[in-house]
């Protein structure tokens, strides 16, 4: 026990530092936001469709949205069974009862660094086999392939939300940010994602986001000071746009698209899991064996935005997460090539 447990710790303090082009993984010092689990370039390009080749599940009408507003919704992603085995979850492992609202409110188990994530909700579960089995569904896979218009993909290792509604001594403000370096020329390209696990209307939290901030960035960044905060725009004068979702929705988006959690002013929680892909870079060895390690031991990224679990419950109270062929490929467990 006592050399599984020093495993663990060893796993837990491992950081990796690589730098790519204009990309680097995020170490506890590195103060920026972003999922550690996968690479971000300059180098990647999303589909461009050059002789409008066929779409796995998007819609030409959903293809036209995607590049006009920078988001997407994807309905049904996953089969209903799916979205109550993470429900399920979610209130396990905050040890809160769905019928008994007083659970819902309590304090956090580790503070995290990125304040404005602060009572919003985040989960820090990544590797159970509910989150994976959404991760290695097919529907959710073809959908970024449409995105990225290749096969060959990584899902993040990611975490999950229950947001629950705002009280007197319990708020959260919300809030608007990017989670790459807008500084960067040429900018990082990346997607991310987040499925609904119930339905999420304007009341209840959820996604928000400024499209017009989104096509307009090139002339809106001439305008601001040389010393803007590149993970922080100065949103005034633009539209914030309120996303309402149905259970099952899989909502993509363009990480170039300012975007936030909006506060819960409703009487229910907003229930969601983090879920993105982006081309395997299976040459990154040093990546690659990472993001098998923290699915083998159920390890959570750590940095700036990920407080982690103190309890370890993943460790000790689940099972490493049975994989799909399409699993181990996502994964990096099974190389594509």
Request: aromatic share 12%; charged share 25%; proline share 8%.
């Amino acid at each position: 026990m006592h050399q599984r447990m020093t495993f663990f710790a060893l796993i837990r303090r491992k950081r990796i530092f690589l730098i790519e082009t204009t990309w680097k993984i995020m170490s506890d010092t590195n103060q920026q936001p972003g999922n550690i689990s996968v690479a971000r370039s300059s180098r990647l390009q999303f589909n461009q469709r050059p002789q409008q080749e066929p779409l796995r599940v998007l819609t030409e009408e959903d293809w036209q949205f995607w590049k006009h507003h920078g988001y997407v919704i994807v309905p049904n992603a996953v089969p209903p069974e799916n979205l109550q085995s993470v429900a399920d979850l979610l209130w396990e492992f905050q040890e809160m009862n769905p019928d008994d609202r007083e659970s819902w409110y309590r304090p956090p188990r580790r503070e995290i660094q990125m304040t404005e994530l602060k009572n919003s909700g985040m989960v820090e579960v990544y590797n159970h086999q509910s989150l994976w089995n959404n991760r290695q569904y097919p529907r959710v896979y073809d959908a970024f392939v449409d995105i990225w218009g290749q096969e060959a993909l990584w899902v993040t290792i990611d975490r999950a939300n229950l947001n629950v509604p705002d009280r007197p001594d319990y708020t959260f403000k919300g809030f608007i940010h990017w989670d790459i370096d807008t500084s960067l020329r040429p900018l990082p390209v990346n997607v991310q994602g987040v499925l609904s696990i119930n339905d999420t209307t304007e009341e209840m939290g959820g996604f928000q986001c400024v499209p017009e901030l989104y096509r307009q960035f090139a002339e809106w960044v001439k305008t601001q000071p040389e010393d803007r905060d590149p993970f922080k725009p100065d949103v005034s004068g633009f539209a914030i746009e309120k996303v309402p979702t149905k259970a099952g929705d899989l909502l993509i988006w363009d990480s170039m698209l300012a975007h936030g959690i909006r506060p819960n002013h409703s009487d229910q929680p907003r229930l969601a899991q983090y879920i993105s892909m982006t081309p395997a870079q299976e040459e990154n060895e040093e990546l690659r064996q990472w993001r098998i390690a923290s699915w083998r031991d159920r390890v959570a990224p750590e940095g700036y935005p990920f407080p982690g679990d103190p309890r370890n419950w993943e460790q000790t109270q689940a099972e490493t997460a049975q994989l799909t062929s399409l699993g181990e490929q996502l994964l990096g467990l099974t190389l594509w090539k």
